[in-house]
C-alpha cells in the first residue's frame, strides 16, 4: 500500500469515528461521554487522537464536545449532569426549562446531588446537596 493510500484510508477512518461520534451526541445536543464513545468501541487513542487534532474539544473530566468548541443549548444540561455524578438531577428553574420554561433568564444550571456525593465545582453550575434523591425527581425529560 503506497503512502498515498494509507493516508486517504486514515482520512475515510477518521470520517467514519467522527460519523459516529456525531450520532452518538445527536441526542445530546452534540456532547457524549468517554465511556459512551469507549462503547462504541472507539479507543482512548483514537479519542485523544480526535481531541489533538481539534476535531473533537474535552468539556470536563467526564464529557466530550463533539459538534462544536464547547457545549451549548441542552448540551449544557447534559455536561452539567455528567459531570456532577450519577446521582445528578436538574433542578430549579434548569428543570423548569427542560419542561419548556420560556421567557426568563438563569445564569447558573442548577443541579441536585445527594448530600454524601463529592462533587467538582463546574462553571456555570450551582449544586445543592440533598440528603436524599428521591425518585420523584428523577422524571423522565420530555422529548422536544
Not at 466530550?64 to 430549579?92: F, K, N, Q, Y
Request: with cysteine; aromatic share 6%; hydrophobic share 40%.
Amino acid at each position: 500500500m503506497t503512502r498515498a493510500e494509507r493516508a486517504a484510508a486514515a482520512r475515510i477512518e477518521t470520517r467514519r469515528r467522527h460519523e459516529l461520534a456525531t450520532r452518538l451526541a445527536a441526542p445530546h445536543d452534540g456532547v457524549v461521554t468517554y465511556a459512551m464513545l469507549h462503547r462504541a468501541a472507539l479507543t482512548r487513542g483514537q479519542v485523544r487522537s480526535a481531541i489533538e487534532g481539534g476535531l473533537w474539544h474535552p468539556a470536563g473530566k467526564h464529557t466530550v464536545s463533539i459538534t462544536s468548541d464547547a457545549p451549548t443549548g441542552r448540551g449544557l444540561w447534559w455536561r452539567a449532569l455528567w459531570e456532577s455524578g450519577a446521582s445528578a438531577v436538574l433542578d430549579g428553574v434548569t428543570s423548569l426549562f427542560a419542561w419548556g420554561l420560556k421567557n426568563w433568564n438563569e445564569e447558573l444550571l442548577d443541579v441536585t446531588v445527594a448530600h454524601n456525593r463529592r462533587v467538582r465545582a463546574i462553571a456555570g453550575v450551582r449544586h445543592h446537596q440533598v440528603r436524599e434523591v428521591r425518585d420523584c425527581f428523577r422524571t423522565k425529560s420530555p422529548h422536544r
